[in-house]
């Protein structure tokens, strides 16, 4: 069998994407916010129901879970959902249990509130201390300046994002971030994981007494829970979203790019 013409081949070369503090960044908050999800799982089963205001207003909650007889029952915004098996009524070693998420979604998996705690509150600091070392260091690089925030220009290309279609190069354009990497990073960096570390602070009682304007600011402990929790499926989705791109667009690659700093890039793209 004849083997393939080397001119036939496309040209690559091996180019750096991610400086090392964005890359030790990257995965140590990949870690902390896996464990801080699965432990703040574990608090919120404690009392599976979410309010807004000052005070937990036991009959009018905008979404609980909980089990009626052998069903599981999902309130949300009015409507009532039949859960059962995964959120309200679950399995847990043979046994139907009454609780919010399941235990194979929680840290530790048996009911511990204080453990829970414990992961969250740990990991919350080892978050917070690394986003701040990447915001000082993409502030003083001009990383999140260049890179991440958007400009008006990049908001007026968005309908034209490629990326919005699936459709990804593998040449020199892929070293850019483009109009939704940017909003959806910005966002993420700049209004989500703040609001996330802002309503968490706000739940602590003794921030409370040392900044009781906290709770002024979000409307009350339990409109802090509320957002806290919306804020942790934003998460969710971005890391699910971000994951199929990741996909889409050449794990190996890109995991590579994520892992070592390099990236292979093809020549015959633009």
């Not at 801080?36 to 879970?65: C, V």
Request: glycine content about 8%; charged content about 15%; hydrophobic content about 45%.
């Amino acid at each position: 069998m004849s083997q393939p013409d080397e001119k036939s081949r496309p040209a690559t070369r091996v180019v750096k994407r991610h400086a090392l503090l964005v890359r030790l960044t990257h995965w140590i908050n990949v870690v902390a916010l896996t464990i801080m999800l699965l432990s703040g799982l574990q608090i919120f089963n404690a009392h599976p129901a979410l309010y807004w205001g000052k005070k937990a207003t036991f009959d009018s909650p905008w979404l609980s879970m909980t089990a009626q007889g052998d069903r599981g029952v999902t309130y949300f915004l009015g409507k009532t959902f039949d859960t059962t098996g995964v959120l309200g009524l679950s399995e847990h070693d043979g046994q139907k249990v009454v609780q919010g998420f399941p235990a194979w979604t929680t840290i530790p998996h048996l009911r511990d509130l204080a453990s829970g705690r414990n992961w969250h509150l740990f990991f919350a600091w080892v978050f917070g201390i690394n986003g701040l070392i990447y915001l000082l260091s993409g502030l003083i690089s001009r990383h999140l300046q260049r890179d991440v925030l958007p400009s008006p220009k990049d908001i007026k290309a968005l309908p034209r994002d490629p990326h919005l279609r699936f459709k990804f190069s593998k040449g020199p354009d892929s070293l850019r971030y483009h109009p939704m990497q940017r909003l959806a990073y910005s966002g993420m960096v700049v209004i989500v994981l703040p609001l996330v570390i802002l309503t968490g602070l706000t739940m602590s009682p003794s921030m409370n007494a040392a900044f009781p304007g906290l709770l002024d600011l979000f409307g009350g402990r339990q409109s802090a829970r509320s957002i806290h929790f919306i804020c942790a499926v934003l998460i969710v989705l971005f890391v699910i979203v971000h994951v199929l791109m990741v996909i889409a667009s050449g794990p190996f690659n890109q995991l590579r790019g994520m892992i070592t700093g390099k990236v292979s890039v093809r020549e015959d793209q633009p």
